[in-house]
C-alpha cells in the first residue's frame, strides 16, 4: 500500500533560513500524517526500515572523549570487541573510527569515519567527526548529512573554542543536540555552572537527564532523575556489561546514606529539589526543535553511564528527516530513492588505491545493480560496489534505506553536493558550501620525474575538498599554490602524497590571508588596478580568484577598479 503525505511546498524568493524553518514548523504535521496513515494502512517494508533508522554526528573540542565515546557506543552495539585508545601509543589499539596512520600517531581525528551498527531494533549509523578546528570543513559537511547531533564537553574545560562553531553550525540546521559531559571521574567544574555556561552560550535551554554525584576521587555515580535510581561508578568497569541501578528514592535517607555517604546525600536531594523546581521542564518537542538539550554525565573512557544515554538518545531522537530540495520537500518515507554526496576519500584501502564518495541516502531504498540518475552530470548510471562502511573496514551490500550512509566507488565523476537519484525525480538538495582557505603555501614536488604522481594526488586529495589549489595563469610556474583552512592539513598532504602517492613536495609559505572569487564574467584582470602584493590566480575549474594579504588590499581593489564584484565563496 502507498502512503502519500501532504508536504508543504517551499515558495519561490525564500531563503534557505526560511526554507529551513518552514521545514521545522511542519515536520511534526509531516510525521503526524504520516502515523495516522500508518494506523489504516500497513506499513511497506522501506518504510519499516527507514523508520528504525538513527543517523547522527558526535561534535567536540579535541580531547574532550568523543572518539572515546564512540568506541563504547560500538562495544554496546556489538560491532566491536574491544575499545581501543585514541592516543598515539606505539603498543596500544587504536580507535576504529581513526582509521587513517596519521590520526594514530598524532592521537587526534583528521576525517571524519562513518560506521553502522544494530542495537535493540534500531539500525544506528554515526558519524564521528574531527575536533581539530584545522580540519572544521569536513565536520561541517559530514554535520549536513545528520539527523542530530551529540556534543560532548569535558567536565572540567566547559565549552570551548571549537566547541561553539560546531554548535552554531547545528543551530543554523535546526539540528537536535543532546549534551554528553564527560570525564566526571577527574576533577570537574560545578553541573550548574557548566548547564548555566550551555545556556548562556548557545541560547537554548537543559535539562539533566541525570545528575552526577561528586566529581573526581569523590564520584560516585549518578542520580538518574526520570527512573529515580542510582547508577553507582567504579572505574573498573570497562566491559561489556549492564551496570546495575540501584533504585533508591531520595527520601530513602538510610539507603542513601550508606550507598553514597551523608555528606553527598545531603548535597544531592537539595540539588534535585532545585532542579525540579527552577529547570526547564522536559518537552520532547523542544528537544527535536533543537531549542531543549538533553544533559548526561558519565565518563566514556571508563564506560560509566554511556549506554543509559543511548538508550536515552535512541528514544528521543528521531528517524531520519525531511530534506529541502529546490522549492520542495522530500520525504524521507517516499519509495523513490534520493541521496547526495557529503564527502569523497580516496585510498582508504591501500591495497586498492580506490576512491569512495560518502552518500547520505535521503529517500526510499537503494539496490544494487539498479540504474539511478546522476543530475549533475545529466547522466544515467550503476553504482559500483555499494558498501556498508565501520570507518576503513567496508562490506558490500545489496540495499540501504533514508538515513544510511553507503559507499559507493567513484571514477572521478562524482563533486561534493552531487544529487543521484530515481530516474524521473527532480531531485537538488542544497548545496554543501566550502570554506574559503586562510593560509598559503606554494607546493612543488622534489623529483621532477614524479610529475604525474605528483598531479594525480594533489588533485585528488583537492577534489576531496581537504585542500584547494590554484595556480597563476600564462605564467608556465609548475608550483601550485595550495589554500587550506587550518595549518595542519599541510602537513596531512605532505604525509598523503608521501605515503599515498610516493611524492615527496617542497612547500613555501606566503603572505596572503583573504581569498576572493571574481563574480564577473568579461573582464580581463591583467587590466585590474591592485596592489603589488596581490595576486591573480585560477583554480582547477578555470574560475578567477585574487589572493591578498589583507582586508585592506580588498577594499583597495574594489575601490580603484569601478564595477569590480568579488565574492568571499564559491558558487559551486
Not at 550 to 572: D, I
Request: proline residues 4%; hydrophobic residues 40%; aromatic residues 10%.
Amino acid at each position: 500500500m502507498i502512503v502519500f503525505l501532504v508536504l508543504p511546498r517551499v515558495k519561490r524568493g525564500k531563503t534557505m533560513l526560511q526554507k529551513r524553518l518552514l521545514l521545522q514548523e511542519n515536520y511534526d504535521k509531516i510525521i503526524n500524517q504520516f502515523e495516522n496513515a500508518v494506523r489504516k494502512y500497513p506499513m511497506s517494508q522501506t518504510q519499516e526500515q527507514i523508520k528504525r533508522r538513527r543517523t547522527f554526528a558526535i561534535i567536540s573540542h579535541p580531547d574532550a572523549g568523543k572518539t572515546t565515546l564512540t568506541e563504547k557506543l560500538l562495544l554496546y552495539g556489538g560491532a566491536i570487541q574491544l575499545a581501543g585508545s585514541v592516543k598515539g601509543k606505539a603498543t596500544a589499539r587504536h580507535a576504529v573510527s581513526d582509521w587513517m596512520e596519521l590520526e594514530k600517531q598524532r592521537g587526534i581525528s583528521i576525517t571524519s569515519s562513518v560506521m553502522q551498527f544494530e542495537y535493540e531494533g534500531y539500525c544506528i549509523n554515526i558519524l564521528d567527526t574531527p575536533g581539530h578546528q584545522d580540519f572544521s570543513e569536513d565536520t561541517y559537511r559530514t554535520l549536513m548529512a545528520a539527523d542530530s547531533a551529540v556534543m560532548v564537553i569535558d567536565a572540567a574545560k566547559g565549552i570551548e573554542p571549537q566547541t561553539r562553531k560546531l554548535f552554531k553550525i547545528c543551530a543554523m540546521r535546526h539540528i537536535p543536540i543532546f549534551t554528553f559531559i564527560n570525564k566526571l571521574d577527574r576533577e570537574a567544574r560545578s553541573p550548574y555552572d557548566l548547564m548555566e555556561e550551555l545556556e548562556n552560550e548557545f541560547g537554548i535551554g537543559t535539562y539533566p537527564m541525570n545528575w552526577p554525584i561528586g566529581c573526581g576521587q569523590d564520584f560516585k555515580g549518578v542520580y538518574d532523575r526520570e527512573k529515580r535510581e542510582i547508577l553507582a561508578f567504579t572505574e573498573f568497569h570497562r566491559g561489556q556489561n549492564r551496570i546495575k541501578a540501584v533504585e533508591c528514592t531520595l527520601e530513602d535517607g538510610d539507603k542513601l546514606d550508606e550507598l553514597i555517604g551523608a555528606k553527598l546525600r545531603a548535597v544531592l536531594t537539595d540539588d534535585i529539589e532545585l532542579l525540579d523546581g527552577a529547570g526547564y521542564e522536559f518537552d520532547i518537542d523542544e528537544v527535536r526543535a533543537g531549542r531543549l538539550s538533553p544533559v548526561f554525565f558519565g565518563s566514556a573512557l571508563n564506560n560509566f553511564g554511556v549506554e543509559p544515554f543511548l538508550e536515552s538518545f535512541l528514544r528521543m531522537t528521531m528517524p531520519p528527516l525531511p530534506r529541502i530540495s529546490g522549492d520542495e520537500i522530500i520525504d524521507p518515507f517516499d519509495e523513490r530513492f534520493s541521496a547526495f554526496v557529503f564527502k569523497i576519500q580516496a585510498n582508504m584501502n591501500k591495497a586498492h588505491r580506490d576512491r569512495i564518495a560518502f552518500m547520505r541516502i535521503c529517500s526510499g531504498k537503494f539496490v544494487r545493480e539498479k540504474e539511478y540518475f546522476h543530475v549533475q552530470g545529466g547522466k544515467a548510471l550503476r553504482l559500483a560496489q555499494p558498501q556498508q562502511l565501520m570507518a576503513q573496514e567496508r562490506a558490500v551490500i545489496d540495499e540501504a534505506y533514508a538515513g544510511d550512509i553507503i559507499g559507493v566507488f567513484d571514477p572521478g565523476i562524482f563533486s561534493i553536493g552531487d544529487t543521484i537519484c530515481e530516474k524521473g525525480m527532480d531531485a537538488r538538495f542544497e548545496g554543501i558550501p566550502t570554506f574559503a582557505p586562510e593560509h598559503f603555501a606554494g607546493v612543488e614536488r622534489v623529483d621532477t620525474m614524479k610529475r604525474k604522481q605528483f598531479e594525480k594526488g594533489i588533485m585528488q586529495i583537492a577534489q576531496e575538498g581537504a585542500i584547494q589549489i590554484f595556480h597563476e595563469p600564462f605564467t608556465g610556474v609548475e608550483e601550485v599554490i595550495v589554500g587550506v583552512v587550518g595549518v595542519l592539513q599541510f602537513e596531512v598532504l605532505e604525509y598523503r602524497l608521501k605515503t599515498e602517492y610516493g611524492v615527496d613536495i617542497r612547500r613555501r609559505p606566503m603572505p596572503y590571508e583573504v581569498v576572493r572569487w571574481v563574480d564577473n564574467d568579461d573582464l580581463d584582470i591583467r587590466s585590474l588596478n591592485l596592489t603589488s602584493d596581490t595576486k591573480w590566480v585560477q583554480d582547477f575549474r578555470g574560475n578567477n580568484l585574487l589572493l591578498f594579504t589583507s582586508e585592506w588590499c580588498v577594499n583597495w581593489a574594489l575601490q580603484k577598479n569601478e564595477g569590480l564584484v568579488l565574492r568571499e565563496f564559491n558558487r559551486e
